[in-house]
């Protein structure tokens, strides 16, 4: 059937009294409006669930005649009792009648207090991308960002308040926190309660509101925040500033910032994991004869043997010249890759030598 109440709850047909309170609970937790990423259509469709699983007569009835009761009206005896449902025939609204618990005793043991918690809306998380150069990358770096956001408003402190004012019991919820709103359906009128708009579930209200935020507690303003870039990050990771985001609203929690980093490419240096990659050239006379060249690291210049015979291709290893591990100990290495330049524009003695040795089997 369409709208399965068993289904909506997770439970079996055969799910008992305990079951499918607890299956409402976790659900009803879960889906809360007033919990971030909740769910106010699905919130009320597990509710309307409940009241009629959670009731026997009524559970007995849905169960013989479905939701939709066609073909079970008009039957006489047989048919659909409607008495049993508040405001159909008891002309009463359905007041969630939980068991003799009612609405606010369900959620005692998910909200403090036995009502929903006041819950302050957080600010919000913001996300910026920075891009630093493989040096950075090896090395760590501080960098400036300037955000324009929220912050928390330098006259009032965030309370909202106009510095000397008071507060005042919010007039719409009467400083409960809390407003209900009715909500009718097939099987009658829902009750539900959500947080006051009017003061955001803290029951109170500013007396008079600050000039600079009206009443907010945060202005926009643009602001320059210092971020460490730590040595060994890799391209594409994503660091968290806690706190750094947008002030809340009236004192709440502020959001987090998070900066995504974008490592530009280098014209000789590639990263593998914790080493560096990068290619040295060497002229024929010093892949056979051996000899030193001077190449480039991360750090600077140094100078590499290169034994005799070395083949094109071949790769040294320089110990702790590679990235540094992030937040640990130690450093990759630095892999040089040898490549033997091929000579060009000879002159005729270079290629009568060459000659010569390619006669010998060299």
């Keep these: 059937m369409a709208n399965d109440f068993y289904n909506i709850l997770g439970v079996s047909k055969g799910a008992s009294d305990d079951e499918i309170k607890k299956a409402y609970r976790k659900l009803a937790h ?21 009241q009629v699983l959670s009731d026997k007569s009524k559970r007995q009835q849905y169960d013989q005649f479905g939701q939709t009761f066609q073909g079970g009206a008009g039957q006489g005896a047989g048919g659909f009792d409607f008495s049993g449902f508040q405001g159909f025939g008891g002309g009463q609204g359905f007041d969630f009648d939980l068991g003799g618990s009612g609405f606010e005793d369900i959620f005692s043991d998910i909200f ?32 400036e960002i300037r955000l324009r956001k929220r912050v928390v408003c330098d006259r ?32 009658g009128t829902f009750s ?9 579930g803290e029951g109170t209200i500013p007396e008079k509101k600050c000039t600079k935020c009206g009443g907010e507690g945060r202005v926009k303003e643009e602001q320059t925040i210092k971020i460490t870039i730590p040595a060994g990050i890799q391209d594409g990771q994503t660091i968290s500033v806690q706190g750094q985001g947008e002030a809340g609203g009236r004192g709440a929690t502020p959001g987090d910032l998070y900066v995504f980093i974008r490592v530009t490419l280098h014209k000789k240096f590639e990263r593998k ?11 024929f006379s010093m892949a056979v004869l051996g000899g030193k060249t001077e190449i480039e690291t991360i750090e600077g210049r140094l100078v590499l043997k290169i034994p005799a015979g070395t083949k094109s291709g071949e790769i040294f290893r320089i110990k702790d010249k590679g990235v540094p591990v992030l937040q640990g100990r130690g450093r990759g ?9 091929t000579p060009k524009n000879l002159s005729r003695e270079q290629k009568e030598l060459i000659e010569r040795l390619k006669n010998q089997g060299m």
């Design 192 to 200: 539900q309660v959500s947080e006051c708009p009017e003061c955001h």
């Design 30 to 50: 879960k889906h809360h409006p007033d919990k971030p990423g909740g769910d106010e259509a699905k919130f009320k469709e597990i509710n309307e669930a409940y």
């Design 333 to 341: 290495n630095q892999m040089v890759k040898i490549v033997i330049a």
């Design 273 to 283: 994991g914790q080493d560096i990659l990068s290619n040295e050239s060497i002229p």
């Design 156 to 187: 009032c402190q965030g309370s909202g308040n106009e510095p000397g004012s008071n507060v005042k019991t919010c007039p719409t919820c009467h400083g409960s926190g809390r407003v209900q709103t009715t909500n009718r359906s097939f099987f």
């Design 112 to 143: 403090s207090g036995g009502r929903t918690a006041r819950r302050k809306p957080r600010g919000q998380d913001i996300q910026v991308d920075i891009e630093i150069t493989f040096e950075e990358m090896v090395k760590g770096a501080q960098k």
